[in-house]
Nanobody, 118 residues
Framework: VQLQASGGGLVQPGGSLRLSCAAS????????MGWYRQAPGKQRELVAA???????NYADSVKGRFTISRDNAKNTVYLQMNSLKPEDTAVYYC?????????????WGQGTLVTVSS
């Protein structure tokens, strides 16, 4: 199983970015997908998550600015980030809690850097 993330980059404060993460491999089902981030010197934290049924959960710091969505047919999760702030600067990791022939567990993408700076 592989999770391939893309869409990071440099953006000015107030700008927008869209992250994508596609899961591939011998996947039976994907229960939940989400995005975490880790800023320098800080612990990794949950940004947003979405279940297979579409229920979502957001960190308080991103509510109203970020939107998570997924395309179940493509095993892909998206994170639309608007009104970005310098404190959103971090490496963003996608996560999927999914089932294969070997069981159910968490998988992680390689991380994509988001830098918010003027």
């Amino acid at each position: 199983v592989q999770l391939q993330a893309s869409g990071g980059g440099l953006v000015q404060p107030g700008g927008s970015l869209r992250l994508s993460c596609a899961a591939s491999g011998s996947i039976f089902s994907i229960n939940a997908m989400g995005w975490y981030r880790q800023a320098p010197g800080k612990q990794r934290e949950l940004v947003a998550a979405i279940t297979s049924g579409g229920s979502t959960n957001y960190a308080d710091s991103v509510k109203g600015r970020f939107t998570i969505s997924r395309d179940n047919a493509k095993n892909t999760v998206y994170l639309q980030m608007n009104s970005l702030k310098p404190e959103d600067t971090a490496v963003y990791y996608c996560n999927a809690y999914l089932s294969t022939g070997w069981g159910t567990k968490d998988y992680w993408g390689q991380g994509t850097l988001v830098t918010v700076s003027s």
